[in-house]
DNA sequence: TTTTATTGTAACCATATTAGTTACAACTCG
DNA sequence: CGAGTTGTAACTAATATGGTTACAATAAAA
């Protein structure tokens, strides 16, 4: 199991509106950049759209971004592309025996055990800015320009 | 996406056996209490007994805990019944293209990101001991039994 | 030894999700 | 108008999940 890659698409895409802004963002340009089929582009991008991070120009075409780089964290732009349902990245069995002392508590504290591990990891999103990741991959970006020319 | 419920189902299997540990723990009686199919059980306890975690005897049946219940904790049963393969919580996009800086760089900076978020995770689930949790339970079970009777 | 109950595992199924693809109506703007 | 683009539906292949039936191998009781 694996927390799709709509998430890390929607930051590449976020990456690429913020560091080339005067580019014509195209789901075909960006899709050149991710690796894939423009529409998935278009998905993704229709994801963070509706949730305000980017703005789409439709005939003419075109991303930007809707918000500065310092309001838009990981944990918006995971939220954004709807890869985990809220509360559920833990699937709890359905049907536990009721009759059976443990099967009828169980659920209660296995959900408290799981939040908690969800919260910290979603913390951790919630923790990073576009702002820190865009400068961290244009410093990457620059340190291999410089050594390799 | 979700985890896979194999980890609550393992998580309620050892609590079966740490709880009731003079029952006559076969797949049939365990399933009895997680409202699944036997097999399905089996297919967990398999996991849980290649990990060391769980005793399982073929022919007469029955299962029975291999360590202390301070000596499992639930990251334990995490990796035991792998539902997550080791650091790849998230999927990362693998064709970026390596002509865009952007492309060529984000990689590396999204899969540190995503390390971080998925430890802290999994750092929640090695603190917490299956002790710990059976303890959790069997107040909530005790709660439950005076109030209702 | 025979009988009974159980495990371990293969095989199959229905369902869901993912990511890619084609197709096309609607839209924007030169 | 015409060229280029978005938004979305529809289809596909691949994969994972959880449930199910079936059965050989096994252990222990009768």
Redesign the pocket.
């Known amino acids: 199991?694996q927390i799709?890659?709509?998430f890390s698409i929607g930051v590449h895409i976020l990456s690429l509106l913020a560091i080339r802004p005067q580019d014509?963002?195209?789901?075909?340009w960006l899709a050149g950049s991710v690796g894939?089929?423009?529409?998935?582009i278009?998905?993704v991008?229709?994801h963070l759209?509706k949730a305000g991070l980017a703005n789409?120009?439709?005939?003419?075409?075109?991303?930007t971004l809707a918000r500065e780089l310092d309001e838009i964290t990981l944990l918006d732009v995971y939220r954004a592309v709807d890869?985990v349902e809220e509360g559920n990245l833990f699937?709890v069995?359905e049907?536990p025996n009721p009759a059976c002392p443990v099967g009828a508590n169980i659920e209660k504290v296995l959900r408290l055990m799981m939040f908690k591990a969800q919260a910290a990891m979603e913390g951790v999103l919630a923790a990073v800015t576009m702002r820190e990741l865009v400068d961290v991959l244009a410093r990457e970006i620059e340190e291999k320009r410089a050594a390799n020319g």
């Not at 014509?24 to 075909?28: A, F, G, L, Q, Y």
């Not at 789409?56 to 991303?63: D, E, N, R």
């Open positions: 199991m799709s890659s709509r014509h963002h195209t789901s075909e894939t089929n423009p529409v998935v278009r998905r991008l229709g759209k789409v120009k439709a005939g003419s075409g075109g991303a890869v699937h069995h049907q």
